[in-house]
């Protein structure tokens, strides 16, 4: 009887309920023993985990206080560094690398290169230097930043395949890899809700999920509401918390939005409640961002929400070629249209999104995807 064949995960962060888990699952299913590594720090509260994943290995890294730090990169190489010496002590025959690191990217291109005998994928989750919001200081920062890209984009092409998160990084990064080892691989989401459900037309009702963040354009968002409460009546519902939390409830407050704050909830029953009394989810970012699809998104459309949305790419074309809610440039854009729509189209709208995140961000979707390139 054959040794069965081997695969390892390799991830700085916890990425397993939105990636990895998925991942894990295609590669079992095609026959291999899996062994996922994940470094033992916490990154959100910056601190060594307390519990950990009893189906994974904890690589032990150097702490950090701050996002935007020199120990955060050394933290990362001796990440990298330490992932590599799993590889060259005991092969795996499949090796999967989420990046950034961009020095993972290094550190696996550069061996694979000498050593193709293993088949090497990385998954591009994230764009490193040029997502760090630091708009005013990028001409400084531009050498370094250019050699800290340099990690990912020379070594990038050695792999077998290369996962892109969204459209958005696969063009950004296409000029640097050959063509046929790229493809987007959109992040996905078990789907909740698979048919569309009656929702209370006396008011126009909104909501926000997940991260409350420096990325999130709260002024945008509550601007928008601004504009809408001068023509009909509305409620806000908030899911989620972080630094903009504050500013964001501040702006409410003052322009006497009617909002309820529900603070962070993970059940999936509570959090379809509360979508189920909304007509539209807020999908905005600020403009120095670089993403193409966010995970807020796929929330809303797995519990069949059309967004107002405002990130670029891979979401707006999304919305503006199917229908799934709509795209707004700025505060006071599409708002005529939003308190236009007439009954049938909203239940038609609803009815993409179900169809939408069905054939192109479903769990069943990201899984036939990936076991086709195995």
């Known amino acids: 009887m054959s040794e069965k064949k081997k695969a390892y995960i390799f991830d700085v962060y916890d990425d397993y309920e ?11 299913e095609k026959g291999y023993q899996v062994t996922m590594y994940l470094s033992d720090f916490d ?14 290995e904890y690589i032990d890294v150097l702490p950090y206080s701050r996002n935007f730090s020199f120990a955060r990169i050394r933290s990362h190489m001796k990440f990298a560094k330490s992932c590599l010496e799993i590889q060259k002590k005991d092969p795996a025959d499949l090796v999967y690398v989420m990046v950034p690191p961009n020095s993972m990217a290094a550190q696996f291109g550069k061996h ?28 400084v920062l531009a050498a370094p930043f250019s ?9 990038m092409k050695y792999a077998d395949l290369i996962m892109s998160e969204c459209g958005l990084f696969a063009d950004m990064i296409r000029k640097y890899v050959p063509k046929d080892i790229i493809e ?11 048919e569309v459900l009656p929702v209370d037309s006396d008011v126009l009702t909104f909501a926000y999920v997940g991260s409350l963040n420096h990325v999130v354009d709260v002024d945008a968002i509550a601007q928008t509401l601004v504009q809408i409460k001068k023509h009909v009546p509305l409620k806000f519902h908030i899911i989620g918390d972080g630094e903009s939390r504050a500013r964001l409830l501040e702006m409410l407050d003052r322009e006497q939005i009617d909002y309820e704050y529900h603070g962070l909830v993970f059940d999936e029953e509570e959090k379809r409640k509360i ?23 796929l929330d809303y459309f797995a519990y069949d929400l059309p967004v107002l949305n405002n990130v670029p790419a891979d979401t707006w074309k999304m919305v503006e070629e199917n229908s799934l809610g709509f795209n707004i440039s700025d505060p006071s854009a599409n ?29 069943e979707q ?3 995807k990936l076991a086709s390139y195995l």
């Open 18 to 28: 939105i990636r990895l888990r998925y991942v894990r699952d295609v590669f079992e």
């Open 43 to 56: 990154h959100f509260h910056k601190e060594k985990y307390k519990t950990k994943r009893k189906d994974a």
């Open 112 to 139: 694979h290169k000498k050593n193709p005998s293993y088949r090497l994928i990385f998954d591009l989750c994230d764009m490193w230097p040029e997502s760090f919001p630091v708009k005013g200081m990028k001409p």
């Open 147 to 155: 050699v800290w890209a340099g990690l990912r984009n020379r070594y």
């Open 184 to 194: 987007t691989f959109w992040l996905c989401r078990r789907q909740i809700v698979k």
């Open 275 to 297: 979508f189920a009394k909304c007509h539209y989810g807020f999908n905005m970012m600020r403009d120095t961002t670089c993403i193409g699809l966010t995970m807020k998104s």
């Open 335 to 363: 708002i005529e249209k939003i308190l236009s729509v007439k009954d049938e189209d909203y239940q038609t709208m609803r009815h993409n999104v179900i169809a939408f995140h069905r054939d192109h961000l479903s769990e």
């Open 366 to 368: 990201f899984k036939r």
